[in-house]
């Protein structure tokens, strides 16, 4: 008895001793804090989050909420994300999202992977995220780990369902453009993985495109093919349709390719009441830094309007352009996440410019025109390439204006010039290479074939060729080593051999000697040096330079 009394003393005594602790107001803070921060990594990505799916999916960084009315705010702020198709490429995973990317998340997104096991996933940064088009957006994500699935499944608020698997990069329909021309509105197809043959045409009659909409699929035949493009009748009842619907081509005895590409109404082909006379596409990879120059340059000579075709550039492209813009240069940016695909691309941009543009120009952001007579018979140079070519818009069967190049090398040069290319360069080879070529896009052939830079016209159509005296491209081609070697990272032309591939070493596109390693000649600010020529640059001089500081328009790191 005296032991359970002795007993019932301990425990009396132990509850009077935990309750005022609990009570005390350093307890209360304690807990509330341990509470909350519980709270914080539950609603954030700081741990590991059980999943039924085997696949990687978007993560958006997470807020924590306390009320319907704040869940109900953070809905509209950031809508959920879904992923409607996936493209895997050689060296990343591309996913396209059904919306677009607000901009205050775009650079928090991340992949999550998720392995072979239920528990197991694994989260990494985004490479980057773009828009598409005017709906939907991309993102771009790192290959998936070993043993880590790389297709995607989609559920958000509920809403689940089972997402496509993930498309091969080498057999994809990729994307369409509306081409509304004189005989009737045609569909512009682009594809992966259909035809191999490099500068051919193709039977047109082997394929039909396939449109698929809520609640039909039509088909229609192929009126050309070449290369990675299919032309076909676009169905009457799509013409004033509104609503998305998705195109895929399909073979003679073949099921359609998997697509991810889609048409948003037919009215997507600007119109306008009078065309500019010269426009120019390009097609770049990280060229912000030279963009301005070109721009300025050739706006001078009289380029109204520019096409910049984006190939996954990551080095402030997007923001040069909008600052270009509002200094009165009318330059479109045109994402195009498709690697290797410089003829399609170029494809795609002549029919979104034949209802603009009476000329368009197609050549790089290293490429300048020069006219040497202009300069030494003391002529106007000022707008002397679009005076150059509306000397032919009357010309019914001219269709082409070609311009030889000169290739430049380093000059001398070690560090890349502070004031441009066409002041720093001045030492080229003597003989030229290849040309460039300036399009009536309404002659073009149907199949819109064309071999880097070079498209085929229509039949009875023929050319002009441009003699040096007159007009030139000065091609700063083998630029300082800092700028050259970015060209063993990849080639941007489908049928072009990259340079760290040991194939076709032979090739004009190949810097002759370089092998297929970035590896800096010893004496490779000397190469490419025949003749020094500082035509151009002598007039850049003359023509742009500040009579007070000297400093050329596009010198802006030096004015600030």
């Known amino acids: 008895m005296e032991y359970e009394n002795g007993k019932k003393r301990k425990v009396r005594n132990r509850q009077q001793q935990l309750k005022p602790q609990f009570l005390s107001p350093r307890y209360l803070t304690i807990s509330l804090c341990s509470f909350f921060v519980l709270l914080f990594f539950l609603s954030s990505n700081r741990i590991s989050v059980r999943s039924d799916s085997l696949r990687p999916s978007l993560r958006l960084p997470a807020l924590s909420v306390s009320s319907s009315m704040d869940r109900s705010l953070h809905a509209r702020l950031f809508p959920p994300l879904r992923v409607e198709d996936r493209v895997q490429f050689p060296d990343h995973l591309l996913l396209i999202l059904s919306t677009k990317i607000e901009k205050g998340v775009k650079k928090d997104l991340v992949c999550v992977y998720h392995g072979g096991r239920k528990e197991e996933t694994l989260a990494l940064p985004s490479i980057s995220s773009d828009e598409l088009d005017e709906f939907r957006s ?39 453009v509306v081409d509304a021309d004189g005989d009737g509105d045609t569909v512009v197809v682009f594809v992966k993985g259909l035809t191999r043959r490099p500068h051919k045409e193709s039977d047109p009659s082997n394929y039909k495109c396939q449109f698929e909409t809520r609640v039909e699929v039509l088909l229609t035949q192929a009126l050309a093919a070449a290369q990675e493009v299919v032309r076909c009748v676009l169905p009457e009842s799509l013409k004033l349709n509104p609503e998305p619907f998705r195109v895929s081509v399909r073979g003679r005895s073949t099921p359609a390719l998997p697509s991810v590409a889609r048409i948003y109404g037919s009215d997507s082909i600007v119109k306008v009441k009078k065309k500019h006379e010269l426009c120019v596409c390009t097609m770049l990879w990280n060229q912000a830094p030279f963009l301005r120059e070109w721009i300025m340059y050739h706006s001078w000579l009289g380029v109204e309007r520019w096409f910049i075709y984006d190939n996954n550039s990551d080095d402030g492209l997007q923001e040069e352009i909008k600052l270009l813009n509002s200094e009165s240069y009318n330059v479109s940016r045109h994402v195009w996440p498709w690697i290797k695909t410089q003829e399609a691309g170029f494809s795609h941009c002549a029919v979104r410019a034949k209802s603009e543009c009476n000329w368009v120009g197609f050549f790089d952001v290293d490429e300048f025109y020069y006219f040497p007579t202009h300069r030494s018979q003391g002529l106007p140079i000022e707008n002397a390439l679009s005076s150059l070519v509306s000397n032919y818009t009357s010309w019914g069967l001219v269709g082409e204006i070609r311009t030889e190049c000169h290739s430049y090398g380093p000059s001398g040069l070690t560090s890349v010039p502070s004031q441009g290319v066409t002041v720093g360069y001045t030492c080229r080879q003597a003989n030229p290479e290849r040309h460039k070529s300036i399009i009536r896009p309404e002659l073009l052939t149907s199949s819109l074939l064309n071999e880097v830079h070079h498209f085929q016209m229509r039949e009875g159509v023929g050319h002009v060729s441009l003699v040096e005296s007159v007009a030139v491209v000065n091609h700063y081609k083998y630029q300082v080593w800092e700028t050259f070697k970015a060209k ?73």
Not at 148 to 170: A, C, F, L, M, P
Not at 502 to 531: H, I, M
């Open 138 to 176: 991309i993102v771009r994500c790192p290959n998936a780990p070993l043993n880590y699935s790389s297709s995607v499944n989609i559920q958000s608020r509920g809403d689940t369902r089972e997402s496509e698997k993930v498309h091969d990069w080498s057999k994809v329909v990729y994307d369409a």
């Open 488 to 560: 063993f990272e990849r080639r941007v032309a489908t049928y072009v051999v990259d340079w760290r591939e040991n194939q076709n070493q032979g090739s004009k596109d190949r810097a002759p000697g370089l092998g297929t390693e970035a590896v800096e000649p010893v004496d490779w600010k000397r190469r490419f040096c025949e003749v020094w020529d500082t035509g151009l640059k002598d007039l850049v001089l003359s023509s742009f330079a500040d009579q007070v500081t000297g400093y050329l328009p596009w010198q802006r790191q030096l004015q600030e």
